[in-house]
């Protein structure tokens, strides 16, 4: 599970970041845009974490 889990995350803001754009360009508001925006960061930060390996790895 522990290496399926940042493809998701990866996978996820890849989702997000279509969607960010999608309500970009259907004229959504600028703070719902930033939001999905910034969600699709958060997971893409944690999927990159994820793949580093840590201390006592």
Do not use: K, N
């Not at 970009?24 to 939001?35: D, K, N, W």
Request: hydrophobic fraction near 60%; avoid cysteine.
């Amino acid at each position: 599970m522990s290496s399926v889990l940042p493809v998701l995350l990866l996978a996820l803001s890849g989702v997000l970041v279509g969607g960010a754009w999608s309500m970009h360009r259907q004229g959504a508001g600028r703070t719902a845009v930033l939001f999905v925006g910034l969600l699709a960061l958060l997971a893409a930060a944690g999927g990159i974490l994820w793949l580093i390996p840590g201390e006592g790895s």
